[in-house]
């Protein structure tokens, strides 16, 4: 596949779809391809479905048009799911995507083995947005677009500091800015800007973390109880792993909350010794070299300490 027009031709109904809890590079990514196929095939029938995403995304064009829930009876002509690596992370979408009469991947995860019937995997792309962005026609890319795909990068890049930043990857967001859109506002208010409760929330775990492996790795636990005392979900806690990862010294960095009693979701961010995609894919997750994630059932104790065998096998 070199364009996206390959697979939408005799296609009436489209489904665009991404994994469940989804972070600005699925948001991003998702609604970029419903707005382009809107704009530029006005005679396919696209519906875009994303679980309930959070209120800083609510500058996404079009963001309102995605629905939170899907008739487990509807057959589509194509099933699009992006930035989602394996079907047990699909969405909301995923009651659907067996009976499409044709299912397509396109995403940026090394784990991603393939399980659409077209799969479009670009491991050493810094999003699943920017495989999406050389799927499109530029010229047919409009600031609506252009809003989405920035928000992808910018969130998965974290703002271009990540290694798999490449000139590249500049060379597309600098297009993506000539539409028109306002990047800044993107980077301060989808990425940066934080409610007061959001930075309590980060001030305790940084707080309270803990350092293993002489330093080398550095955890951050919030349980179940935590989240409800706060009112935050997890879509709020984007942005800690990130900060516990710059801790001087640290190699690892592991974030867990507890999604419901004795389960925990699990996020790793590496400085680079360490390869977390093989650390997750141990514990059925999977993700990029440097930044992965999974869940476990457990004790938070037994999950540290599962994860942390694993790492030091590594170190």
Not at 18 to 41: A, K, Q, T, V
Not at 62 to 70: L, P, W, Y
Not at 76 to 92: N, P
Not at 148 to 171: L, S
């Amino acid at each position: 596949m070199d364009r996206i027009e390959e697979v939408l031709e005799q296609v009436n109904t489209v489904a665009i779809a991404g994994h469940i809890r989804p972070d600005g590079d699925c948001i991003g990514s998702c609604m970029g391809l419903f707005n382009y196929i809107e704009e530029n095939y006005p005679a396919i029938a696209a519906d875009v479905y994303l679980e309930q995403p959070g209120q800083v995304f609510s500058y996404i064009p079009g963001i309102e048009k995605a629905q939170t829930s899907c008739n487990p009876d509807a057959v589509y002509d194509l099933i699009i799911a992006l930035d989602t690596s394996t079907l047990e992370r699909m969405g909301v979408i995923s009651p659907c995507f067996a009976r499409a009469k044709k299912t397509v991947c396109i995403d940026h995860h090394v784990s991603n083995a393939g399980y659409a019937d077209v799969n479009w995997i670009q491991g050493q792309a810094s999003s699943a947005a920017e495989v999406l962005y050389k799927l499109l026609d530029p010229e047919k890319i409009s600031a609506r677009t252009a809003a989405c795909i920035y928000t992808g990068i910018v969130h998965d890049t974290g703002v271009f500091q990540y290694p798999a930043t490449t000139p590249e990857t500049m060379r597309i967001a600098a297009s993506l800015m000539e539409t028109g859109i306002e990047f800044h506002k993107i980077i301060e208010e989808s990425f940066y800007q934080k409610t007061y409760i959001q930075n309590q929330v980060m001030g305790r775990v940084l707080a309270e973390s803990i350092m293993l492996l002489h330093g080398a790795c550095i955890v951050g636990v919030l349980k179940k109880k935590d989240l409800i005392f706060y009112g935050v979900k997890g879509h709020d806690l984007d942005g800690i792993i990130s900060q516990l990862r710059t801790t001087k010294g640290v190699e690892v960095a592991m974030f867990l909350y507890e999604l419901e009693s004795m389960n925990y979701k699990v996020s790793l961010r590496s400085s680079g010794k360490v390869d977390v995609n093989r650390v997750a894919a141990y514990f059925g997750g999977g993700g990029h070299v440097r930044a992965a994630g999974c869940e476990i059932k457990g004790t938070a104790h037994d999950v540290i300490n599962n994860l942390t065998l694993q790492i030091e096998e590594q170190l």
